[in-house]
């Protein structure tokens, strides 16, 4: 299990450094305010107002990372979204076409305005939109995972819950 990232571990520098260096490769952006040293950045990552998330590279990938917006918005701490497949964020409907979109980033290396049904915890549904989901490249060039950003989100109310 990857521990939270807290003081004690410099906000898991290394791992917040290849989302925003990633980030940056292939967007020509930046994910954060600039000037800030590894471990601002890092804190200022988990702590975002915006959700970013990251899985790894397996054949089923698996969450890696989840800052706090993505824990409040999928409904999980970071116990329990860390280690879990990512397919599961995706009603059971949505996940070949999810999958189908994921072999597409892996190819390009990003897509900008993203937009698809997620699903937390509880079963709340809600739309994404503009949405960058970027691969994550190690400073070899070897494939590490994927990343996804979004801040814009709208709930799905059904006559059930309306």
Known sequence: MIAEPAPENDYLLAHAALLIRSYRQW??????????????????????????????????????????AAQARFEMTWREIVGLPSRLSA????????????????VQGFIDNYSGIRIARSGRRFTIRNATVWNLSDSDGQLRGQAAMFSECQEIVTSGNA
């Open 27 to 68: 967007t020509g952006r930046e994910l954060l305010e600039a000037g800030l040293s590894p471990r601002e950045a890092a804190q200022a990552l988990y702590h975002a107002p915006f959700v970013v998330l990251s899985h790894d590279s397996t054949p089923d990938p698996r969450f890696t990372y989840a800052n706090l």
């Open 91 to 106: 009603e059971p409907l949505a996940q070949e076409a999810r999958a189908r979109f994921l072999e597409q980033v892996a």
